[in-house]
C-alpha cells in the first residue's frame, strides 16, 4: 500500500470450494496455485489493544479496523518467509463503511516485495473507509494506479490478481472468477518477485466508529 498508510464467522463451505476459472484467454499466467499460505505462516501484529486474530476452525485470519484507544491505529497480518510469485487470491470480505473522515483510512489485502520499508512494488485490493469502495491497486516505481471495483459490498467473494506472462507490467484483476479490467504500471514487473501476503487495516484519525469494520481472508493463495 501506499507508503504514507502502513506502519494490515466461519465461511459457508461453498464459498471455499472450487476453482477460479479466468473469463478471457489472453496473456494470463498459468492460473495453477503455486501455494497455499496457511495461518501458520503469518505474523500479527497491531498499534495498540484492537488485535487481528486467526479464526478458529478455519484457515482463516480477522483483521479487524481499531477503535478509538489511540488516535492512529494500525493492524496487520504478514507472511513470515514469501515466495516467488506472478499474483494472489483469496477468498473473504471487507466489511467497511464510509464513515471515516479521509481515505487515509482503509483496509487491504495485497502481496509486497517489500515489507520493511513499502516502498515495492505491490498489486491488491485495497478499500477506502470515508467512502466504502474497493478498488484494485499497484504500487512501484513511485507509481499508485487503482480502479473501482465496487461500492458498499459487505459480501464474501473471491479475490484475485495476476501479472500477464506476456507483459509483466500488467496485472488482470478477477472477483468470483469474472474478470474485472487490467492496471498497468509500465516499467515495473509483477511477476516472479518475491512476494509476501499481507492484509492491514490502517485507521488514521480519530472521532468515528470503525465498530464491525474488518478483513477476513481465508484460502490465501499465490501462484
Not at 476453482?19 to 501455494?35: F, H, I, L, V, W
Not at 485490493?125 to 469502495?133: K, Q, Y
Not at 504500471?185 to 490502517?202: E, I
Amino acid at each position: 500500500m501506499k507508503k504514507s498508510t502502513i506502519v494490515a464467522l466461519i465461511l459457508p463451505v461453498a464459498l471455499l470450494s472450487g476453482c477460479m476459472k479466468n473469463s478471457r484467454s489472453g496473456d494470463e499466467q498459468d492460473t495453477t496455485p503455486r501455494a497455499a499460505v496457511p495461518q501458520s505462516a503469518f505474523s500479527l501484529w497491531q498499534s495498540c489493544s484492537t488485535k487481528p486474530y486467526l479464526i478458529s476452525g478455519t484457515n482463516g485470519i480477522c483483521v479487524p479496523v481499531g477503535g478509538t484507544e489511540c488516535s492512529s491505529n494500525y493492524l496487520g497480518a504478514q507472511q513470515n518467509g514469501g515466495q516467488s510469485a506472478t499474483g494472489m487470491s483469496f477468498t473473504g470480505c471487507f466489511k467497511g463503511g464510509s464513515n471515516a473522515p479521509d481515505g487515509s483510512n482503509e483496509m487491504a489485502v495485497f502481496v509486497a516485495d517489500d515489507v520493511t520499508n513499502w516502498t515495492g512494488h505491490e498489486m491488491g485490493f485495497v478499500e477506502t473507509l470515508s467512502d466504502h469502495t474497493l478498488k484494485g491497486y499497484l504500487q512501484g516505481g513511485g507509481h499508485y494506479i487503482y480502479q473501482v471495483i465496487s461500492s458498499n459490498d459487505n459480501g464474501y467473494h473471491t479475490f484475485k490478481c495476476q501479472a500477464q506472462s506476456g507483459d509483466h507490467s500488467k496485472v488482470d484483476f478477477f472477483v468470483d472468477g469474472s474478470y474485472k479490467f487490467t492496471l498497468q504500471n509500465s516499467g515495473s514487473s509483477y511477476s516472479g518477485n518475491w512476494f509476501y501476503f499481507v492484509g492491514t487495516t490502517h485507521r488514521t484519525s480519530g472521532g468515528w466508529n470503525s465498530s464491525g469494520q474488518q478483513i477476513e481472508m481465508y484460502s490465501m493463495t499465490t501462484y
